[in-house]
């Protein structure tokens, strides 16, 4: 039986490959044959599953999101807006984190120009005063504009 061992099969997809073992026990690749000495021996289509998983991790998927796009990969009634559907569940996601890091910024741009002159002790610091104080930072979403 041909076959690629699990560091090389790693290393033409680009991960580790300790993912391999992961991903098999979140049921993300297949467990493949074995040869007749026990070893794990993978194919080209365990490349292309672990790059395909790769490029989704990168858009911000989860696993568990991941593998419900791999489901319907190979679901025959499924089709392109079922896949379309949960890109744009991430899209509002992704918006939603973009929102909260402005928010994080602007938070820490006020601190941060409050602190511009300040050569005291950090007893005195406003940074550390801010954060002390449960209300002097308006981080809550429902305060976003």
Do not use: W
């Amino acid at each position: 039986m041909d076959g690629m061992t699990r560091g090389e099969v790693a290393e033409k997809a680009g991960v580790n490959p300790e993912t391999l073992r992961y991903y098999e026990r979140k049921e993300l690749i297949t467990t493949p044959p074995r040869s007749d000495g026990g070893f794990r021996l993978y194919d080209d289509s365990y490349v292309e599953r672990l790059r395909f998983i790769r490029r989704a991790k990168d858009l911000g998927f989860t696993l568990t999101e991941i593998k419900g796009l791999l489901d319907l990969r190979v679901d025959e009634e499924a089709t392109c807006q079922d896949v379309k559907a949960r890109a744009d569940e991430k899209i509002e996601e992704v918006e939603g984190k973009i929102r909260d890091l402005k928010r994080i910024r602007d938070a820490l741009t006020q601190l941060a120009s409050a602190c511009e002159d300040s050569q005291g002790p950090t007893s005195e610091c406003p940074i550390l005063d801010a954060m002390e104080n449960e209300h002097a930072l308006n981080l809550n979403a429902s305060n976003a504009t």
